[in-house]
């Protein structure tokens, strides 16, 4: 694998159309919404996305999802004991090469790094990793609508619950989210995190929303419009990543947007450094 030399930068633009994108379970699953009203998506949520698509492209993945698991393992430390000279490292306490060990074996962990602290383990282990996403935001505020619905019938034989029992349902009626993030040469050099590697973060931007339909975010209501990618030509890049991220621009162009082309997509000119777009699939 070729070692990565050029910091990277990149941007998200997504598409929510009658879905929720990311519920609050403490507020009732409601789509979430910062203070000033503009739906939000957490990174931490993002980056679940990101790890399905890794293990989509039959990458190996630490962090699964426990619907998503696929090699019996139920927990994350029984995850981390099946990978024996893991193990042993950690027994040793040699903190390093259990480090080496983990960043080889896994993507996500020498992509996002880990903390490995488990019960009974003798050393704990913190890997930072090099590829940071930041959570996205909405362009503009967003309407939620809220759907009661009723349950037609009883889970179990004898229970309280009848077919008037009501609960809610929530979805966004239309907003365009913008997510930043980007790859750290320094941290990419200490976690082994390779051009390929990138190449594979990039793919899994692009699909985002592959394979990740539900009741709350029905196929097609989730889309990737585009996403930019700034390919510096030094490790620590030509100019800051907040610089670089600012030069995006996502403006509509009516006052009540409700599709992809009420918005105008631009990007400013840096001098010397010109993002690559892709087209979400």
């Known amino acids: 694998m070729t070692k990565l030399e050029n910091k990277i930068d990149f941007a998200?633009?997504?598409?929510?159309?009658?879905?929720?994108?990311?519920?609050?379970?403490?507020?009732?699953?409601?789509?979430?919404?910062?203070?000033?009203?503009?739906?939000?998506?957490?990174?931490?949520?993002?980056?679940?996305k990101i790890r399905n698509r890794m293990q989509d492209m039959e990458h190996p993945v630490f962090v699964k999802s426990d619907d998503r698991s696929d090699d019996g393992f139920k927990s994350l430390k029984d995850r981390a004991d099946a990978c024996k000279p893991f193990?042993?490292?950690?027994?040793?306490?040699?903190?390093?090469?259990?480090?080496?060990?983990?960043?080889?074996?896994?993507?996500?962990?020498?992509?996002?790094?880990?903390?490995?602290a488990f019960k009974g383990d003798d050393?704990?282990?913190?890997?930072?990793?090099?590829?940071?996403?930041?959570?996205?935001?909405?362009?503009?505020?967003?309407?939620?609508?809220?759907?009661?619905?009723?349950?037609?019938?009883?889970?179990?034989p004898g229970a309280k619950k009848a077919s008037d029992t009501m609960g809610m349902k929530y979805r966004v009626d239309f907003g365009m989210y913008v997510f930043y993030g980007s790859i750290n040469c320094q941290l990419a050099e200490k976690t082994g995190f390779s051009t390929d590697d990138a190449e594979s973060i990039r793919?899994?931007?692009?699909?985002?929303?592959?394979?990740?339909?539900?009741?709350?975010r029905p196929e097609g209501s989730m889309e990737v419009c585009k996403v930019f990618w700034w390919k510096h030509n030094s490790k620590s890049g030509q100019y800051s990543s907040a610089k670089v991220h600012r030069t995006l621009h996502v403006q509509p162009k009516t006052d009540a947007p409700k599709s992809i082309e009420d918005y105008e997509i631009t990007v400013d000119a840096l001098d010397g450094l010109e993002p690559e777009i892709f087209e979400g699939t």
Request: include cysteine; charge should be neutral.
């Open 87 to 116: 193990a042993d490292a950690v027994k040793k306490k040699d903190v390093e090469k259990a480090k080496e060990i983990a960043c080889g074996e896994w993507l996500d962990v020498r992509s996002f790094g880990q903390l490995f």
């Open 123 to 156: 050393a704990s282990i913190g890997i930072r990793g090099p590829v940071s996403i930041h959570p996205a935001f909405s362009v503009d505020t967003i309407d939620v609508t809220a759907t009661q619905i009723t349950k037609s019938v009883n889970s179990v």
């Open 203 to 216: 793919k899994a931007l692009t699909t985002l929303f592959e394979n990740d339909s539900s009741s709350a």
């Open 12 to 48: 998200v633009v997504v598409a929510v159309k009658n879905a929720n994108p990311n519920g609050d379970p403490l507020n009732g699953n409601r789509p979430r919404e910062n203070y000033d009203g503009c739906g939000e998506i957490s990174d931490v949520c993002l980056k679940r």
